[in-house]
């Protein structure tokens, strides 16, 4: 079974291209830019193609399943995702980019009759989180409304900046009644105990928004992560200025700054970080909280992705359609990962 990587080159691609060799994956590296491909294949002793995200109908020969790295997604999922149904090949990929999810949630009896999966968010953004919306959902079947979040070290990758800015200017994101809903960004700021003691959190435009409704039907979601007031303060004051970001050539600019100044975090900080995860869902009656300890956010990625694409691929995994990460496998899934500790449950009447 042949997994093709594209974005190899990339801070996260690479990462998970080297997993994916040391687990023994029959692996292609993929890239648009030859030198850096061609780079990573020599070293990781695998096959590389070389190609623009729009060549991907002519390159996914002998492929069983594309795992695209390169985000901004919005730029690239779309070619990968008509080469794969037309191919009969699963898609994959690490994106948190919403219309991505809504895109692919849409091509769901396309992918059945094509007999492939669609798995987008197979990283950080959003397998624990997603895992934890089943995992609640199981523990409260008729709840109305979940609340999910996190708090995770702070070095990103440029990757990560230039995909943030290039959705800053749609604001804010919750999900009411089942619509997806635009909210004013950094609004809303609670207090949550994330497992790592009590923290100012604000609301996020999360991957969960979208994808949590697949997982569960709950028709009401919202994310939020840790950030201490006075950040809060600022992201919401932004509002205005994150306009200014849907005029391109000022976000462009922004994203090759972003690129420039964030390297993503270090060997050692992949390996000490820790991430605290929480999740609530309520019916009104009863509210169940639950809780996940994991590694740092790239790190986990890396296994995230590479485990998930691994099932995929293998003979009896028969998925086809649109899929969240628990829905692919099971909200237990996320346990399997490399120590990942959980789920640490409680329940509060009234
Ligand atoms: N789900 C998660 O939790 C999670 C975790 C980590 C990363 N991510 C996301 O994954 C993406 C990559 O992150 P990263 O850290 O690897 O960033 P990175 O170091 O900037 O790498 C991005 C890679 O994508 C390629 N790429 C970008 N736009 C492309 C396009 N239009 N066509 C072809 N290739 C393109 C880049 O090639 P060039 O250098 O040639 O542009 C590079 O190889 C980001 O969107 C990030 O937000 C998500």
């Not at 995200?53 to 919005?74: I, K, S, Y």
């Not at 990757?159 to 200017?169: D, K, Q, Y």
């Not at 497992?195 to 569960?216: E, H, L, M, Q």
Request: negative net charge.
């Amino acid at each position: 079974m042949t997994l093709l990587l594209y974005g190899a080159y990339g801070y996260t691609g690479e990462l998970i291209a080297r997993e994916a060799v040391d687990r023994d994956m029959d692996v292609i590296v993929a890239g648009r830019n030859g030198t850096k491909t061609r780079g990573v294949g020599i070293q990781l002793g695998t096959e590389s193609r070389v190609f623009p995200a729009e060549d991907a109908a002519d390159n996914l020969d002998g492929v069983d399943a594309a795992l695209n790295c390169a985000g901004p997604f919005v730029e690239t999922y779309e070619p990968f995702v008509e080469a794969c149904l037309e191919s009969g090949t699963h898609y994959l990929d690490i994106t948190g980019e919403f219309p991505v999810f809504d895109a692919l949630a849409e091509r769901d009896r396309e992918a059945e009759k094509a007999g492939v999966c669609l798995l987008p968010g197979a990283g950080f953004d959003v397998v624990p989180t997603d895992c934890l919306a089943g995992h609640l959902h199981d523990r409260l079947q008729g709840a109305t409304h979940l609340r999910l979040g996190f708090e995770a070290p702070t070095s990103v990758s440029g990757g990560t900046v230039a995909s943030a800015i290039e959705h800053a200017s749609a604001g804010g994101k919750v999900r009411r009644d089942g619509v997806i809903e635009e909210v004013p960004l950094g609004g809303k700021s609670r207090t949550i105990d994330f497992g790592n003691g009590p923290k100012n959190a604000v609301r996020i435009p999360w991957g969960d928004v979208s994808t949590a409704y697949y997982t569960t039907g709950i028709e009401n979601v919202e994310v939020y992560t840790a950030m201490p007031e006075l950040a809060a303060r600022a992201v919401e004051l932004s509002g205005p200025v994150s306009t200014l970001l849907s005029v391109e050539p000022a976000k462009r600019g922004l994203q090759a700054l972003g690129r420039q100044l964030a390297t993503g975090p270090s060997e050692e900080e992949r390996e000490r970080g820790r991430t605290y995860v929480w999740g609530e869902a309520t019916d009104g009656e009863r509210t169940v909280t639950s809780r996940l300890v994991t590694p740092e956010t790239y790190a986990l990625t890396v296994d995230t992705a590479t485990t998930a694409a691994g099932r995929l691929e293998s003979d009896d995994a028969n998925l086809t359609g649109y899929h969240t990460p628990a829905t692919a496998f099971d909200p237990e899934f996320v346990l399997e990962l490399d120590d990942v500790e959980g789920f640490f449950d409680d329940v509060e009447e009234g």
